[in-house]
């Protein structure tokens, strides 16, 4: 199963404005909650489908609509006919394949971009589509899976910490990507010390696991980067919109998430050439190490290779031998055989290979 | 025959304006098909040359002519005489080795560029150029090749499905457009799938086959890229035209299209250098088999030379080698020549070579 | 003598405005010719100097005046006289080592590139410098080296054949740089197919000659890179002038060739690429074959090596060698040595070396 | 520890807004100093806090507020309440992996960049945060660490020595800022030398010692990129910068400090090209060794095991062996080898092994 | 001593402003020239110290003044006295580790650059910073050696040749730039002879000097492009400038250095890439030969050590061993291993080793 890109045959016969689910996950009960606050009052709802939570949205609130897993065609067409959004949109909803992107009108800002997971056990990155659509006094989310991972935002609303009470949606929304750009780099940070890591297993051991693990490592940050570097085009143009959903005391924080990100993929850039070149290291180490072994072998060879040639002369069975009969001849085969040996030995040596 | 470029001898002492067939697709009947709709009907004719299908057209009606299997100048050049076209427009049609690119007037607008397929049983990536012309109330499409390709749309248009026929003609070149782009990621999603598959055989497997696969597949991807690569300053064009021919509502599709290209090239960059990284990983992994081998060797060789060289000196037949005689000489040799091979195994042990 | 770049220290002490031959093809006598035309008639005229050329030159005819064989400064001067070219035009002229550019002023527009020829025999490009100069009624030609290489476009006048005879000098112009440009591409289809022919070589060869090829057809490409890439500096200058001595009728034929140039570029690119694949497909292979090589060795050596020590223990002529007498002595050695010789086949099977 | 990301899981659940201390030094005693001065005199204070500090402050002098050892979220709080700054501003100087960035309102300048060190012991390069606040009548530098890095500084300003005392805080800022930009360069010159310096051993020595050292300037060089290359984002933005705080003789200065970034840069890609180059040139270098070790070997093994082989047959006790019973057999046998040996050292000879 | 970067440390302390020598040339006396020009006469003066050389200077001249042998900072600060240049002027002059770069003012136009020079015996490229000060009617030049590097252009001063003597000083001021940037080009020249030259020796060559030699071309080629690659931004301002020092009549000249220095640092690229590939191709070819060698290492030991086996076995003074005493078992054994050598060269035959 590809993991870099998803397939998407499915799409390819139908026409745009159909709706079509691209993605791998398994089909989970999808979720629909709405928590509506303003400064005095928090109210929280959870609904079986989209018109539940419709009904339960309040002008004197701003509402958060919270769907998680995502799969089904139908309910995207029901939020897309109550929030009034257009066919190309929710098309790139259910299209979990989608590239980081920004879309603006006159009535919503949709931005669609990745969630990044780095799991400890596997030492994999996951990744899952979210989705967030601000209007005038609401924002949705969309993720693929039902999970806890903005159940922080949603603490500090209810416990009213920060600023998100007393805030617009635009603030929410800005919350709600800063969390998402924050975790890139926590998970950076865990990628980051298995790379740095690396470094004192290449050049002491030598096996598949390290090349297993260098390549893995590649992979992951490769992974990492195809999902953080075009989310930079969307703080960029957060940055500079001028949409009226955005308030002007809400920009400082967007040009800070566009820092973030820049440091994220230089960072990210950083940790790729470093693996390259611990492969470079480990192979020039490799090398290193064959050398030596040849030596050895080499070593080894050339001293007794002529000796044993030297005894082998002696042990034929010639009737007539002459140096056979000498009485030491013996023992100046001995001492030639010495001679040799350590004359090799200063070769070697001069050579440098010992 | 190269792949990547196209003899164009033939075309080198002809003038511009001489349409000259550049390609190398064997000869097949070409085809003239005309479909003609509005939001109530349909109506399809076959023609066999172009003043039949031109003469079947009807102001009512949105008009796509399709042209299969190009390689007549002359059904070129009467083309270009029905629809009024530049000279150099008509000469780029019957050149099948032309960059993707568009050209803008104040009557067409014409777009050039690669359809791929991939093959599944050869792994190969074809290729065949379309040209696409859109008028005020016609598209014409030139396909290389006698196919199906475009039947889902044809499909579409018979049985009213999504807004085809309530659009005008910008919509259908819209929809070729788009169904030419979901094929590349389509096409990507099959060679993404062999790459990632890689893996499991760079570090298992040691023969041939992995590195012509890996060589294989780099070429797909470099011959996928040439096709999609400059598609983008088509869509981004397409994006920002000020042609009449487009009406607003037609925009956004446009824009959603050159997004789609944006993670299309990104997404072969990927894998670009995914292939690269597995070579690499597949090289040190030899070294690292290399190494083995040669530690295998030396190790048999530092132990047994020197033992069948002691051996090879008792073996000689001095008359006068007294260690031949003692009772136990057999046994102490023996007990060297063991002491010695523990020796070898623990300076091997202590190299970290066992 | 380097080719890349060619030597000039002649130049340094000369001041601008000095004309100085910088270029290492051997003296030819150089030609003098004019082809006057117009719609209705065409005349030709060889000289032996520019004086005569200018002289049958005439205001109702298009003038193009070709000078082949370039190394006389007093013949770049006579013709700077005769033209009223700028002293530093005439200087670049006299340079053949100048990197492609464009000079445009009120009365002229001056391009300088390169021709490129692959020559079949030796593999080789050779590249030669022509200057066009385009002035209100006449293109002047300078070719380093008297060749046919515009006879081409000499016959289409000569027999009236295109637009050349009914169209203004900018059109011959053009015409004249198409030639070239095309030509790039035909020298690059040749190399390409080199390049992609190579691909049977590198996995099933392994010697010098494929070694060569690949280094070779490396600096060729980037011969004729370093002679294409800046030509689309040219073109894209030509494209957007707004000299007057351009039609506006003759843009779209500029456009034209800038896409060409980017296709050529492109092209380029991708076997430059390709070129560097391929040697790095070759050394994997490289290793692969020595890996191979070196696990025969291993196994013959640690089959064999330790067989043959038994057998020289047994060869020894100790007095006291108790096994030597037993009658089955030698069958049970020889039992020992195919158990161990199985013992280690089963080794290296388990180790997939066999 | 990765060193080129800190860990800020801390920071993920808290809100924007709050201020978190993220780095990995330990805490040392902040230290809060204040220098005021003017032309005629200088004062100089020291405080337990921000308060202290404060309250010291005079409109008569141009005021340096320096605080060293930063951890204490509520110091920080502190100063924000003195000098009225932005809550980003708070929480990124607490942040200590700050990318480096300039941030400019109506009242302040504040700028974020590394002070990078040469450790020549450990051959190590640290990095410390440092962040500037420039306002009207004052100057606020935080350093992570309590260090005498500013004294040079504060001596010519207690000295009068060169323009300090005579211009704005607009100079004493950028006197700061060039005093850590310098410091880049010393740092540069001494990594510099070490690279420059491998050159002699790449080649003459062959050990573990070298290529780590090769990797371990690889890393720190990275290290220092990574600090010093947004800084130009920032020196171009002071360059350019509208602000009433700086005056329009200030501005020479920083395009001074621009053009020694950018020297800084090149320098940087300089180095960790010829890094990436010793790395080659060690790796063939060592193939070369290997290819000596290896010709040594097959010389030894191809001349003595063939003879040593034919020792071996005339070692074999068949009864009926006629060559042993010849009178010259055994000189014959010598004879034989000799030519064998000489026959095999001319053909190695011949493939230039010798 | 790093080569690519200079000490500064004796900086770090000094303010900004204070003009600090940095560089490594040993002391050489400065010598002070002044070659004062006008269409009628030229007149020159050596003096002691500036001063001298500003007495003599006269409006109705253009005044060329040359400082050679730059160490002094006194001699910089009277200099900047007397033409009244500012103090971070002064300063870079002083400082020979400036990247090239231009200063722009009212009243002067001042260029950094280097000068290069190939040294032929020890391949060494040499720089010297040169800096260039251009005013409404003097030039000053400041050269860190004594030497004769500008005596032509002072020749043709002299002898009046070519249009020095008619023109502004911004002609002298374009022609000293221009004779820099010529000597690029032969520096470049000779470089590029011996990379190119390399060529021959990458495959047949096996030893230490090759890699020296590429290695030490690609250091040269590193320098060159340092020094070369910051004066594009030079030219491309003086091109462009508005200054009123310069006259229209001297920018075609600007572009055109523009342009040489543009193929200056293609040219750079070219060989910068022709070295990486000559180094792989080494590479390749070294991988080659040491397959070549194992090869023939294995042919021997695969073909003897088992003979040698055999002959061993019949070589054991076992009482009982019967194939010892049939008549024909010496000729048998012979047989068999003819029979064996000959099984394994066909083997190897097919294996496509010999």
């Known amino acids: 199963m590809a993991r870099f890109i998803k397939n998407r045959k499915a799409l390819v016969d ?16 999808p979720r629909f909650r709405l928590i509506s606050y303003n400064q005095s009052e928090v109210v929280e709802h959870e609904a079986e489908n989209v018109k539940g939570l419709v009904s339960k949205m309040s002008d004197k609130h701003i509402n958060w609509v919270n769907i998680d897993g995502l799969h089904n065609p139908d309910v ?30 006159s009535r919503n800002v949709v931005i669609f971009l990745k969630q990044v997971q780095f799991i400890a056990d596997t030492q994999n990155v996951l990744s899952e589509q979210i ?7 609401y924002v949705i989310s969309f993720q693929e899976r039902v999970g806890t991972f903005f159940e922080p935002i949603r603490n500090r609303i209810r416990e009213n910490v920060g600023k998100l009470r007393v805030k617009k949606p635009d603030y929410l929304f800005y919350r709600i990507i800063d969390t998402i750009v924050d975790n890139y780099m926590v998970c950076l940070g865990s990628l980051g010390e298995l790379i740095e890591g690396n470094e004192e297993h ?34 960029r143009q957060l940055k500079n919109s001028d949409s009226e959903l955005f308030s002007e005391s809400v920009k400082p924080y967007f040009a800070d998430i566009d820092d973030l990100i ?3 993929i230089e960072t990210i850039d950083v940790y790729y050439t470093m693996i390259s070149d611990q492969l470079n290291i480990y192979n020039t180490n490799l090398s290193n190490s064959a050398n030596e072994v040849m030596k050895v072998l080499t070593i080894f060879a050339a001293i007794f290779i002529p000796l044993t040639f030297i005894a082998g002369i002696y042990g034929t069975n010639f009737d007539y031998l002459p140096e056979l009969h000498f009485k030491y001849s013996y023992f100046i085969m001995l001492g030639v055989m010495l001679l040799l040996a350590v004359v090799m030995l200063f070769y070697f040596k001069k050579k440098k290979w010992l």
């Open 14 to 29: 139908k026409g745009p404005g159909m709706i079509t689910f691209i993605g791998n996950q398994k089909m989970e009960k």
């Open 76 to 105: 995207i067409n029901e939020v897309g006919r109550a929030f009034d959004l257009s066919p190309l949109v929710l098309e790139d909803i259910a299209n979990t394949d989608q590239r980081p992107k920004i879309v603006e009108d």
């Open 131 to 137: 989705t967030l659509v601000l209007g005038d006094n």
């Open 202 to 235: 290449i050049l002491s051991k030598k096996n598949k696991e390290v090349i297993e693990g260098i390549y893995h490592h590649k992979t992951e940050i490769s992974f990492v980067r195809k999902a953080v570097r075009p989310v930079r085009e969307i703080t």
């Open 262 to 264: 820049t440091h994220a």
